[in-house]
């Protein structure tokens, strides 16, 4: 590996188990404006993605305009399924602990979404104030705008970042933003073959467990 100066994280799917849920709020909500969504097709279509791409996309599919009504229902079903249920994916806060590089958290969801989620896992003080949302660029994932922004506020140069995905999405952006990316499997959400997927997208390999991802960057420290 090149020389590396920051490791970018996505959040969703990577330091939280939280794609399987955020799926059957989606489908839920959506069920109220006449949209039957499976939760297979909501994966293959929005994981990874940011919520202004996934709204435009349902308005061009279905030629639906979705009310404020829709986003403060979903807001509600996700909170509270949170804080039910929303575990962090295991072993990242070791390897979290273990780095000496520099961190932070690149991810498609809002800032209030990534504030909450995280302090319920115990992560948002880990990266704190080095997490970026999708909200603060023009484009979301797969472009490549998000993570040249964070590698910007961090004075790192693209060339010099890890990204650590577990979406197509984001592998075709860390890769278009030229930068290096390792794949993720872990959460619940993935499929057998993801890291396959992922791995033929761009992501130089692809890891389960956070405990053997741990061990690949140790050779890396600086």
Request: net charge negative.
């Given at each position: 590996?090149a020389?590396?100066d920051?490791?970018?994280f996505?959040?969703?799917?990577?330091?939280?188990d939280?794609?399987?849920?955020?799926?059957?709020?989606?489908?839920?909500?959506?069920?109220?404006?006449?949209?039957?969504?499976?939760?297979?097709?909501?994966?293959?279509?929005?994981?990874?993605?940011s919520e202004?791409?996934?709204?435009?996309?349902?308005k061009?599919?279905?030629?639906?305009?979705?009310?404020?009504?829709?986003?403060?229902?979903?807001?509600?079903?996700?909170?509270?399924m949170?804080?039910?249920?929303?575990r962090?994916?295991?072993?990242?806060?070791?390897?979290?602990?273990?780095l000496?590089?520099?961190?932070?958290?690149?991810?498609?969801?809002?800032?209030?979404?990534?504030?909450?989620s995280?302090?319920?896992?115990?992560?948002?003080?880990?990266?704190?104030p080095?997490i970026?949302?999708?909200?603060?660029?023009?484009?979301?994932?797969p472009?490549?705008?998000?993570?040249?922004?964070?590698a910007?506020?961090?004075?790192?140069?693209?060339?010099?970042?890890?990204?650590?995905?577990?979406?197509?999405?984001?592998?075709?952006?860390?890769?278009?933003?030229?930068?290096?990316?390792?794949?993720f499997?872990?959460?619940?959400?993935?499929?057998?073959?993801?890291?396959?997927?992922?791995?033929?997208?761009?992501?130089?390999?692809?890891?389960?467990?956070m405990?053997?991802?741990?061990?690949?960057l140790?050779?890396?420290?600086?």
């Amino acid at each position: 590996m090149a020389k590396l100066d920051l490791i970018i994280f996505d959040c969703d799917g990577v330091l939280i188990d939280s794609e399987g849920i955020a799926l059957q709020v989606l489908c839920s909500a959506l069920k109220d404006y006449g949209v039957e969504l499976s939760l297979a097709e909501a994966k293959e279509r929005y994981v990874g993605r940011s919520e202004a791409s996934e709204v435009a996309d349902i308005k061009s599919r279905y030629n639906l305009e979705l009310p404020p009504s829709y986003f403060e229902k979903k807001q509600r079903l996700r909170m509270k399924m949170f804080e039910d249920s929303l575990r962090p994916i295991e072993g990242i806060a070791a390897l979290i602990d273990g780095l000496s590089f520099k961190k932070c958290v690149a991810s498609g969801s809002s800032l209030d979404r990534l504030h909450h989620s995280l302090g319920l896992v115990g992560l948002w003080s880990k990266f704190a104030p080095h997490i970026f949302s999708a909200t603060q660029v023009k484009h979301g994932k797969p472009a490549p705008d998000l993570f040249l922004y964070a590698a910007a506020q961090m004075g790192v140069s693209p060339s010099s970042c890890l990204v650590i995905e577990d979406s197509v999405a984001g592998v075709q952006a860390a890769k278009a933003a030229g930068m290096k990316v390792l794949g993720f499997t872990g959460g619940s959400h993935c499929d057998i073959g993801h890291g396959d997927v992922l791995c033929r997208e761009g992501a130089v390999a692809s890891y389960a467990h956070m405990s053997d991802l741990a061990k690949n960057l140790s050779f890396a420290s600086p």
